[in-house]
């Protein structure tokens, strides 16, 4: 498998020896998850897949994800429960009114997060794969949190050591002024704790660990917890941190959400943008029974 480093980015794009579409080998897969480790970021150019091929690549990498879909999975336009349509379409493939529902959702993908770190298990492998881009805008960015945790001082890195900061998932929806949704909604999905710094075992390196989801801090008030949660999220996102996508037609970027934040940007509301997000489970995870 052949790749480079991409110019102003932590990530690697691959750009030879790996067809999405094709069934990968174990050395393969081995591969992309040692990439994964060292650099949290790959690109695959030019490479367009249907739903279902897709589907069948991320498999290869870990147990699916639903996500937020637990939540809107009834009004969804995609119906395979672990697909996420980032995307600003109505069910008749045209762009929605600005006020319906879906973009409403989707504004809230425009904040620093990492997918599904509201539950446990959370996200490990986020794979966005570009179907239509707008003319203007839509850019993904995606922030490294290891270089980021790297750079704090060593009186901050000692504070965070015991903290932990509880996400939920229908804070960001919350924090934009949306709170229509049912109890039954806002019970979807129970709020998860994680530690603020967290380890990869296979690489020894530490990283923060939080984003838009994370409402409040361990051994703290809430408002001093949410203060520190905004004062880290201000650091992280800094543009040395930071990879700005620009997405082309059969794009696919796979990032570890256990060691970036990432975010879409604004675009013209009135053209279509068509993205299709399949996530893989943390395997790392205790709480994920892989035998069942």
């Known amino acids: 498998m052949e790749y480079r480093k991409i110019d102003d980015s932590f990530g ?23 990439l994964m480790d060292e650099y949290s970021l790959v690109v695959i150019r030019d490479q367009p897949m249907t739903t279902e091929e897709q589907l069948a690549f991320t498999r290869q990498f870990g147990p699916l994800d639903q996500g937020f879909k637990k939540v809107v999975a009834k009004n969804a336009r995609l ?35 990492s997918d599904s770190s509201f539950q446990k298990p959370a996200a490990k492998y986020s794979m966005l794969h570009s179907v ?13 949190l290891k270089a980021a945790y790297d750079a704090l001082d060593e009186r901050t890195k000692a504070s965070l050591a015991d903290k932990e900061a ?10 934009l002024g949306d709170d229509s949704y049912t109890d039954e909604q806002k019970a979807a999905i129970e709020p998860a704790w994680w530690p603020i710094v967290r ?39 800094q543009p040395q941190f930071v990879y700005r996508h620009k997405w082309r037609e059969g794009d696919t970027v796979i990032w570890d959400n256990r060691a ?5 940007r604004a675009f013209d509301l009135d053209e279509p943008r068509e993205l299709r997000r399949t996530t893989t489970l943390d395997d ?7 035998t069942g």
């Open 166 to 175: 509880e996400h939920y998932a229908l804070h960001s929806r919350f924090l």
């Open 132 to 144: 239509r881009n707008p003319s203007w805008g839509g850019d993904t960015e995606f922030a490294d």
């Open 12 to 34: 690697v794009e691959i750009t030879g020896g790996l067809d999405v579409k094709q069934p990968l080998t174990a050395e393969q897969v081995a591969e992309v998850d040692a």
């Open 284 to 290: 790392r995870a205790p709480e994920l029974d892989l």
């Open 199 to 237: 380890v990869n075992p296979a690489t020894g390196r530490s990283h923060l660990y939080m984003g838009v989801h994370a409402r409040q801090v361990s051994g703290m008030t809430v408002p001093e917890g949410r203060m520190l949660l905004l004062d880290l999220l201000e650091h992280a996102t």
């Open 79 to 113: 119906k395979e429960a672990e697909v996420g349509d980032i995307s600003n379409l109505g069910k008749d493939g045209k762009p929605a009114a600005r006020t319906d529902k879906r973009i409403l959702n989707n504004i809230a993908n425009q904040m620093w997060h």
């Open 260 to 264: 970036t934040l990432h975010r879409g």
